[in-house]
């Protein structure tokens, strides 16, 4: 069908739209990916679904268009474990690259996946970049006990395009959504993903489930998938789609609080997080558990 048929479904306004379906959804969004469709009706659809909203039916069909055209990560015997880092840093230490590098001391292949969607913000590939380990320049299998960061681009380009969008329309679109439910591995592996307002974590889990995911849900500090390091976030699991209740958020007045770098440059934050590998600096609690459900996560799979 094409994308005018689409748009006039969706963009019936707030109360007026019509939700696609799964199989429809795919359709729409594998020719934006493809670049069929003009800016104007990219620009038209998402707009239309910033004030609509996606359904679960339709994030799942966002992302099967999306697997259809992914370059997937060769997975090896054990589980890789997929961070998508979207968001970044804009008032705490941007600490994912701690988490990633904390799973990969446990043994596990980690790959990280993300791109600039915020210009004032530090991101995790800068602060990668400053521990010395570059952004991947093509598809390659992640060895256990190793890091690998994947620029969006290279998974998909057309993606990588669909996210510019926000330069332009400065507004979200599903895109942003779907990089967060994204799996780019072709083997065992469990996604780790958050979401900043609690609407999402209903929306989220509801697709998880409709498409027998894998994953690991969090409530994100600033958008990111890496548990605050002052206070405990609630945590559920996903395995084939069944959700579990894993840690309850944690209440109550703080005691103590984790000496964080008072910078959060991508430069002071590689030293904090250096100095937490080298066990000079404690790991934040928060983070230990969150790295200790994930192992014992990846153990079942």
Sequence with gaps: MSIG?????????KDGARA???????????QVLDGTVTDLEIGAFCLAMRI?????EEMAGFLDATHQRLHL????????????????ARKLPLLTPLLALLLAREGLPVLLHGTATE???????????????PAQAAIESIAPGQVAFVPTAL?????????????????RNPAHSLVKLMNPCAGKSLLVSSYTHPEYALSMAATFALIG???????????????????????QAFLAGQPTDLQAYQAGSLTTLPELPLS????????????????????????????????????TL
């Design 155 to 171: 998974l998909c380009p057309g993606l990588q395009r669909l996210l510019d969008v926000r330069r332009v329309v400065n507004l």
């Design 264 to 299: 959060i440059d991508a430069a002071s934050t590689a030293t904090y997080i250096r100095q937490v590998m080298e066990g000079t600096q404690p790991v934040p609690a928060p983070i230990a558990q969150q790295v200790a459900h994930i192992v014992r996560l990846a153990a």
């Design 119 to 133: 210009s004032s913000r530090v991101l995790t590939s800068e602060v990668l970049a400053a521990l010395d380990i």
């Design 20 to 30: 696609l379906t799964r199989e429809q959804a795919a359709d729409l969004l594998g």
């Design 73 to 88: 990560i060769p997975a090896g015997e054990k589980p890789t474990i997929v961070i998508p880092s979207y968001n970044g």
């Design 213 to 235: 995911a894998n994953a690991l849900l969090l409530r994100g500090t600033e958008g990111e998938s890496v548990a605050d390091p002052r206070r405990t976030p609630k945590m």
């Design 52 to 56: 609509k909203g996606e359904t679960a």
């Design 5 to 13: 048929k689409y748009i006039k479904e969706i963009g019936r306004g």
